[in-house]
Nanobody, 121 residues
Framework: QVQLVESGGGLVQAGGSLRLSCAAS????????MGWFRQTPEKQRELVAI???????NYKDSVKGRFTISRDSDKNMVYLQMNSLNPEDTAVYYC???????????????WGQGTLVTVSS
């Protein structure tokens, strides 16, 4: 089993920065990719950024150049540095881990409890 715990959300003014952290525990050797998703009451949960085991990254177009995802595999942590925040970034941010657990091998997908980010104009 893998557990994820996020931290670092809060209230920030437009143009400000926040850093989200996600700590993974349990069978962390089963994890391949880790990422951040976000959700608002008006929208479905969407991918913000994802990072592979080897460090490859992918970002939602609207956060490219503003957000940076990083991973410390030794500490089983993933981070999301968010700069130049705007009110459209307001959402609950969820940490996600995917991989393969077993044997018998089966897909692994785990979500954190979410952390609220509010950007005021």
């Amino acid at each position: 089993q893998v557990q994820l715990v996020e931290s670092g959300g809060g209230l920030v003014q437009a143009g400000g920065s926040l850093r989200l952290s996600c700590a993974a525990s349990g069978s962390t050797f089963s994890i391949d990719t880790m990422g951040w998703f976000r959700q608002t009451p008006e929208k479905q949960r969407e991918l913000v950024a994802i990072i592979g085991r080897a460090g490859s990254t992918n970002y939602k177009d609207s956060v490219k150049g503003r957000f940076t995802i990083s991973r410390d595999s030794d500490k089983n942590m993933v981070y999301l540095q968010m700069n130049s925040l705007n009110p459209e970034d307001t959402a609950v941010y969820y940490c996600n881990a995917r991989g393969l657990e077993g044997p018998p091998y089966r897909p692994l997908e785990v979500w954190g409890q979410g952390t609220l980010v509010t950007v005021s104009s």
